[in-house]
């Protein structure tokens, strides 16, 4: 079992920057690959970024690329995401994933969710 809460989500204008984190308890945190996901209403949840067990490789969706930046700190089981120039687009709701055995890049790959925090960009 591994709980997940993010925090940092907020209202920016575009333009703006946010990081947001996702502290995890439970299991070993370096076990897992971390990812994050995003959901706008009327949308499906969508693949925002990812990052490997060692924090060594990270994926990135065209959407994101260049302005969103995953990281981990396995010492403190959190992972993070950057995310500056921000972009109405980018208004969602933001979840934490966590993966065991498959990278979190589709949501049939995520074993553990966190609740989500609202990200809100304005023009």
């Known amino acids: 079992q591994v709980q997940l809460v993010e925090s940092g989500g907020g209202s920016v204008q575009a333009g703006g920057s946010l990081r947001l984190s996702c502290a995890a308890s439970?299991?070993?945190?370096?076990?897992?690959?971390m990812g994050w996901f995003r959901q706008a209403p009327g949308k499906e949840r969508e693949f925002v970024a990812a990052i490997s067990w060692s924090g060594g490789r990270a994926y990135y969706p065209d959407s994101v690329k260049g302005r969103f930046a995953i990281s981990r700190d396995n010492a403190k089981n959190t992972v993070y995401l950057q995310m500056i120039n921000l972009k109405p687009e980018d208004t969602a709701v933001y979840y934490c994933?966590?993966?065991?055995?498959?990278?979190?890049?589709?949501?049939?790959?995520?074993?553990?969710w966190g609740q989500g925090t609202q990200v809100t960009v304005s023009s």
């Open positions: 439970g299991r070993t945190f370096s076990r897992y690959a």
């Open positions: 994933a966590a993966a065991g055995a498959s990278a979190p890049t589709i949501d049939t790959n995520v074993d553990y």
